[in-house]
């Protein structure tokens, strides 16, 4: 016990010794403030970007590679029908005010986000899942209503953590997870400020505190970057600035990917886009690169369909629909329409919508379509664009992974509706082989294509700058989330 | 302050341009207005490049003879932005003013009449008008009607209303006890008769001083309103536009602040310097110290 | 005396009911539902409704109105549907940040106008009091956040004095949180100093030109005497008005400064609560900031009537 004691107190001073050393804090700028911190109660990406793997945990995690990763699960036995998960719990696991992790927070944590009354933003994600019962201490049986080969993807969301119920209510204000990090104060407006959790079951992380400072202006973010301020910006709102930090040697800028499609929606049951042959027109009438170019100062790849270029599914379809406005003109010709037409585009805040849809807007005006531009804000897209299905065009990124799922969808705001799709969706939910739920991606990529449902324009790239001797952010953003748990400071 | 700036009888042109022509104030002031509305109504028929066409490979360039102001990060021509700009611009504060002052000066002129009741509830109106912090207040209605440069008239007109409602409503008060109004009222003409045969004349000069002033105004809160995002839309533009899409590249491309700084500062300027000759012109006190 | 106080006192609260009303309907008009923007897109129906549920948005609007109206009589300012804290403890958090910002500001302007203006109305007619004017014109003439982006370009970006943005909060020391605020005060009192000068000189002037000024001219004080002892205190009041002002107009007008340099500020709460459907926090501190415009005036008036009798029957 004393030997024990001894070491422990070895440990830490090693800890200490090296913390005096190096640096160990950090300034982490984040563009949106998130809304309160439970991941749990809503969709803002910035509850997120703070508190995942950080803060909170999940029975299952993904990591930097868009990899599942175990987490508070230490491993898991899935039943050969594909219907009954048993998971084995963390041992010495403790939420940040000192209680045990049980199998019975993963019960409440499950039944919580599934039941009736849940404010899930993500209630979806746990629509396969039957019952959850505690086997023992540390052992949580997960029975589904049907096999789903993304399950495990889906347990380690943000909207999945595990939760203790005594504290479920404020975790709002003051979250109280399992991760490395553990809560000290928001300054709202500000900054969340987050210190490390030495009570933490794993590795424990090298920065002692960190603060996700929220600055929304893109000059702003850029001076502080420059100034020093702010050590690191995952994801910098400024593309315009990336060339002035890659010439400073002090500074690290790397493009990461997102799983943000960037795309040019079209309201497909709404005269006059409701013919493919005008829906392709535009495809043709559209430069990429000029949008990306114009509105991202060349950061973004362009993308042919719905699906993110660094997925080993992905199909290059770029070249189906290259930029050729004469193509586009005879399209619309023989659409019956050679004189083109008048539309509106919605633009939602960020700026590839408001900035991409003025490139758009100069692009379509070439071949005759002219198009009225009408900036909104989140709530109003959400309920006239997403609800309401009231729009002609917008433009949106969609940052959830995988989410080609979306075009099977009844009633998804741009309306499409295809038998042949559908089929693949249904094949896919029951295909549990990574080949052949491959193969179906790539069907369902080629037939969107084909029907030019939307404009494809590009993947939102990931505009990492931090300072140079920062070690251990991530480059690719595969879940929204600044995992900080491996950054460290290195001379 | 208001008795005195205003006399019996009609402006007399020849005592007006001889005193404008000792007043420097006016003279700059006129000037810089007269040649920013020419750029505007120039740039209706011609600007250097077409400003609709987008030429991104050609982005952010500093100034050059092709480009004198250099280019934006679409590739146009800043020069010609700041001309194109300068129609939003202007538009929408004239139009402000022109709604403070078609329902503003009318209620004023109305109260003072009436007195009593009527006066009471105009003066508290606009004082709960006034109490609004008028940033904020735009953003609410822009809120409600969605951003673009209509709403932002509406948003700057309304705040124009109290204000015209209180000056023309604080001289026509002082005019009302004097002899040449008590003379028309005793012979039998009606209070909406002596206020526009009488009452009006008078206080135009009061009025258009006020107006230029507000004019002013209305560029700056055109800017701050468009800088937020919420005035004019593309692919229109204005100058404030234009400062909030330069925001961002000021580290890189400062030019794109610089051209429609200046150009809002001269116009603030120009109507800043002929409102205060107007207001030296017409009012005989200050001459007096002079 | 009293009776004025009274019905003065009434029309306060009349105008404060009026106020709570226009705020509340106009909002009601905006479109865009909180719940489904906090859920967002994957969101199912059945999640929205029960969010909706929770915030109290299923209510009437009636109901609403009563329950928040009814609040504000007892100091219960609601709770915001975002971050579903009190919305006092918001406006405390943000308070410390816009009142000291406005303080600065404002005697910074202070210490910058009255001496101009002193010096200008003094040397009236010359040319210092030329150029001076000038550049005062000039100083009106400057949008304060185009200022803004200057002083941010040239003192954070390149000289790298102070911070590009951002609060520190004062529990980081009062040095960093005072470095944080001071471009922002100039940016704020520039474009103030310039009015401010403006009115002091010409207050001055006129109170110059009054008789009792000649008659203590008269008696043979000197020039400098009579402008420091006599005129100074007469010229204030239009200096004091325009000062009030300035104030209500600094505590609230600067989501654009605040923009600017990201503070976080009453402005800036109020203006993000707007984009995200927190109606109850736009209602509250609307509310709360025309109330103290309004009390703010009600005791400058009150102040005037009490020193010139002839007021009150206005």
């Known amino acids: 016990m004393l030997k024990r004691s001894l070491l422990a107190a070895t440990a830490l001073m090693a800890v200490v010794a090296s913390a005096n050393a190096q640096r160990a804090d950090l300034v982490l700028g984040m563009v949106l403030e998130p809304p309160h911190l439970d991941p749990t109660e809503g969709a803002a990406a910035a509850i997120d970007e703070v508190v995942y793997a950080n803060l909170f945990e999940g029975l299952t995690r993904i990591g930097e590679n868009g990899a599942v990763l175990p987490a508070l699960a230490e491993n898991w036995v899935v039943s050969d029908d594909g219907l009954t998960y048993t998971f084995e719990l963390r041992e010495g696991a403790t939420f940040h005010d000192g209680s045990a992790l049980d199998a019975g927070d993963v019960v409440f944590s499950l039944d919580r986000a599934r039941a009736e009354t849940s404010t899930n933003a993500q209630k979806t994600l746990f629509e396969a899942i039957s019952a959850v019962e505690a086997m023992d201490e540390t052992t949580v049986k997960v029975t589904l209503s049907k096999p789903s080969g993304d399950f495990l993807y889906n347990m380690g969301w943000g ?10 209510a404020t975790n709002k204000e003051n979250p109280v997870g399992t991760g490395p990090f553990k809560f000290q104060t928001w300054a709202k407006g ?10 933490y079951w794993g590795e424990k992380p090298a920065l002692e505190k960190v603060e996700f400072r929220f ?3 893109p000059a702003a973010a850029t001076a502080s970057l420059l100034a020093r301020d702010v050590q690191a910006f995952p994801n910098l709102p400024a593309p315009e600035s990336i060339p002035q930090f890659s010439a400073d040697p002090s500074f690290k800028v790397v493009i990461g990917s997102t799983e943000g499609e960037t795309i040019l929606s079209i309201n497909n049951k709404k005269p006059p886009f409701d013919n493919v042959l005008v829906r392709r027109a535009m495809a043709h009438a559209i430069d990429r690169q000029a949008i990306i170019d114009g509105a991202m100062f060349g950061l973004g790849t362009p993308i042919g369909t719905h699906f993110a270029p660094h997925h080993p599914a992905y199909v290059e379809l770029v070249e189906t629909y290259l930029y050729d406005p004469a193509k586009a003109k005879a399209l619309l010709a023989e659409a019956g329409i050679p004189d083109g037409f008048t539309a509106t585009i919605k633009l939602p805040p960020p700026s590839y919508a408001r900035r991409g849809g003025e490139v758009i807007a100069a692009q379509l005006r070439e071949v005759g379509i002219n198009l009225e531009i009408i900036p909104v804000e989140w709530p109003v897209w959400l309920d006239q664009v997403f609800k309401a299905k009231d729009f002609d065009l917008t433009i949106v990124s969609h940052t959830e992974p995988n989410d080609i799922s979306i075009y099977g969808r009844d009633d998804y705001y741009f309306q499409y509706d295809s038998a042949p799709f559908k089929a693949v969706m249904t094949e896919l939910g029951s295909t549990v082989n990574e080949d052949a739920r491959y193969a179906l991606f790539r069907k369902a990529q080629e037939i969107i294509t084909e029907d030019a449902v939307n404009v494809y324009l590009f993947q939102l790239a990931k505009n990492g700058v931090w300072d140079a001797k920062l070690e251990g952010l991530w480059e690719n953003s595969p879940v929204q989330a600044n995992d900080v748990t491996k950054v460290r400071w290195v001379e | 302050m208001a008795d005195s700036l205003v006399a019996p009888g009609h402006a007399d042109w020849r005592l007006f341009l001889a005193k404008a022509r000792a007043n420097r104030s006016f003279q700059a002031g006129a000037a810089i207005t007269l040649v920013v509305i020419a750029v505007a109504a120039l740039s209706l028929f011609w600007t250097p490049w077409d400003v609709t066409k987008f030429n991104v490979p050609d982005r952010l360039q500093g100034p050059s003879w092709a480009h004198w102001f250099g280019t934006d990060h679409f590739g146009r021509d800043i020069l010609s ?27 004023g002129c109305w109260a003072a009449a009436k007195r009593g009741l009527a006066d009471e509830v105009l003066m508290r109106t606009s004082d709960v008008i006034f109490a609004f912090p008028a940033l904020l207040s735009a953003v609410m209605i822009t809120a409600v009607f969605g951003p673009g440069a209509i709403n932002a008239i509406i948003a700057i007109g309304i705040f124009n209303i109290p204000v015209f409602a209180r000056v ?9 006890p004097r002899e040449f109004i008590l003379a028309a009222r005793a012979s039998g003409k009606h209070a909406g008769r002596i206020t526009i045969e009488h009452i009006l004349p008078n206080i135009a000069n009061l009025l258009l001083v006020q107006g230029t002033i507000q004019f002013s105004l209305g560029i700056l809160a055109e800017a701050g309103l468009s800088y937020v995002g919420l005035g004019a839309q593309p692919p229109a533009t204005s100058w404030g536009r234009m400062l909030s899409e330069a925001q961002t590249m000021m580290a890189i491309a400062p030019q794109m602040a610089i051209a429609p700084g200046v150009a809002i500062i001269v116009t603030v300027l120009g109507l800043n310097l002929l409102g205060d000759g107007l207001r030296d012109i017409f009012d005989p006190r200050l001459r007096r110290e002079r | 005396m009293l009776t004025y106080t009274l019905s003065r006192l009434l029309i306060v609260a009349a105008t404060l009911v009026v106020a709570s009303m226009v705020v509340f309907a106009v909002l009601e008009l905006v479109p865009g539902d909180p719940a489904r923007l906090m859920l967002g897109m994957n969101a199912t129906e059945d999640a929205i409704l029960a969010l909706r549920t929770q915030m109290g948005l299923d209510q009437p609007v009636l109901t609403r109105y009563l ?15 975002t971050y579903s804290v009190p919305v006092i403890d918001l406006v405390a958090e943000r308070v410390v940040v816009s009142l000291p910002l406005a303080l600065m500001a404002l005697a910074l302007s202070t210490a910058i106008a009255l001496p101009v ?12 009091d030329t150029v001076t004017m000038g550049a005062s014109q000039l100083g ?27 609060f520190p909060g004062w529990q980081a020391g009062l040095w960093p949180a005072l470095k944080a605020l001071i471009l922002p005060a100039i940016a704020l009192a520039l474009p103030q100093a310039a009015i401010l000068a403006r009115v002091t000189r010409s207050a001055l002037i006129e109170t110059l030109s009054e008789d009792y000024i000649r008659t203590a001219r008269a008696k043979g004080l000197t020039a400098q005497k009579v402008l420091w002892t006599h005129a100074l205190r007469n010229a204030m009041i239009p200096v004091l008005t325009i000062l009030g002002l300035q104030f209500a107009f600094l505590l609230a007008g600067t989501i654009i400064i605040e923009n600017v340099f990201t503070l976080p500020g009453l402005g800036r709460l109020v203006f993000q609560a707007i984009n995200q459907r927190d109606l109850i926090v736009v209602e509250s501190v609307v509310v709360l900031l025309v109330a103290t415009v309004i009390l703010v005036n009600f005791l400058v008036d009150l102040a005037y009537a009490w020193a010139d009798p002839r007021l009150r029957t206005r």
């Open chain 1, 159 to 168: 909207d999945a953590v595990i939760v203790a119920p005594e504290t479920a």
């Open chain 1, 190 to 199: 500000s900054a969340v400020t987050l210190v490390r959790n030495d009570a």
């Open chain 1, 215 to 217: 600055i929304s202006d």
């Open chain 2, 81 to 107: 932005m700041v001309m194109e700009g300068s129609r939003n611009s202007i538009a929408v504060a004239l139009v402000a003013v022109g709604i403070g002052m078609g329902i503003g000066v009318p209620l």
């Open chain 2, 168 to 176: 023309a409503r604080g001289a026509a008060l002082s005019l009302w």
């Open chain 3, 67 to 81: 329950d928040w109206a009814g609040g504000l009589l007892v100091g219960d300012f609601g709770r915001s549907y």
């Open chain 3, 117 to 128: 203006g002193i010096f200008s109305a003094a040397g009236h007619g010359r040319t210092a």
């Open chain 3, 140 to 166: 009106v003439a400057i949008p304060n956040f185009w200022f803004a982006l200057l002083l941010v370009y040239v003192f954070a970006v390149t000289l790298r004095w102070v911070p590009a943005g951002g």
